[in-house]
């Protein structure tokens, strides 16, 4: 069987010899197959004349509806989401082209590129280097944690004071594991049962993967195992204004980036 590659190149003509006009080629490339191959010519005889049905062709591949592959990049600097400076990383060509090599993110993994990579973090070994990111998700982490508002129950009818554990229980109704080495409290201590402190804010620090910190807002909400002594359902009891339990804390309260139900409804209001 004989398969043949075309490349079919397409651009506008120009009409009128005074105007001006922009050619751009598109290419195309496809892989054909006769589907009546001709055959052999004899040897000391002149070739026949192909047929009709030499020239009628079936499509093999079409490289327009074929799937990049990823491209392989080498990290300049730290890029949100991606990894770290100096990481090899696999992409997907669009991105890899427009948001990284265009930028000045990445180069390509090119075997001298890797070679060079690896001279280089040789030579900074004995460099003294401050790291920035625990990883690539490292800073979405933390953003996403400074949004949030834990909702910390506690016993309206049994003494109590806030400990860790309650935050990490607080954290785990909300789908996230966070061991207790990783939250640090205030010095003061938050006890009741106080109806006073409900809803009141009160901030914990939450350090990720031993290196980034951020603040997180904790909310007190008052439980009952006894159904007449719960306190009465309150609609959007989560929105602000946010009043803390100290006021030193109200200002970082204030600061910390609002909820993604909070921002929703802004908007549409």
Not at 238 to 244: I, Q
Request: a positive charge; charged letters at 25%.
């Amino acid at each position: 069987m004989l398969r043949l590659g075309f490349q079919l190149l397409g651009g506008a003509k120009t009409l009128q010899p005074s105007l001006s006009i922009r050619v751009e080629q598109i290419r195309t490339t496809y892989v054909l197959e006769r589907r009546y191959p001709p055959h052999l010519d004899k040897k000391n005889r002149p070739p026949k004349n192909l047929k009709t049905k030499n020239f009628i062709y079936d499509e093999i591949e079409n490289t327009n509806l074929k799937k990049e592959p990823d491209l392989k990049l080498i990290l300049t600097s730290f890029v949100e989401g991606v990894g770290l400076k100096n990481e090899v990383v696999t992409v997907r060509p669009n991105f890899g082209r427009f948001k990284l090599l265009a930028t000045g993110l990445a180069v390509y993994a090119s075997p001298e590129n890797l070679e060079k990579l690896k001279r280089d973090l040789e030579n900074s070994k004995n460099d003294v280097q401050t790291t920035l990111h625990s990883s690539r998700y490292a800073e979405l982490t933390r953003r996403d944690l400074a949004m949030r508002i834990l909702v910390v129950l506690v016993n309206q009818e049994n003494p109590w004071t806030i400990e860790k554990w309650h935050i990490r229980a607080a954290f785990r109704r909300s789908g996230i594991w966070v061991p207790d080495h990783a939250i640090k409290m205030g010095d003061r201590p938050i006890s009741g049962p106080n109806l006073e402190l409900e809803k009141k804010h009160f901030l914990v620090t939450v350090t990720i993967n031993n290196l980034e910190t951020t603040p997180v807002r904790c909310m007190i909400r008052n439980w009952s195992t006894l159904p007449e002594l719960r306190l009465p359902r309150v609609d959007n009891y989560m929105e602000p204004p946010f009043e803390p339990v100290f006021e030193d804390e109200r200002q970082v309260i204030s600061t910390l980036p609002l909820p993604v139900f909070c921002l929703k409804k802004s908007v549409a209001s």
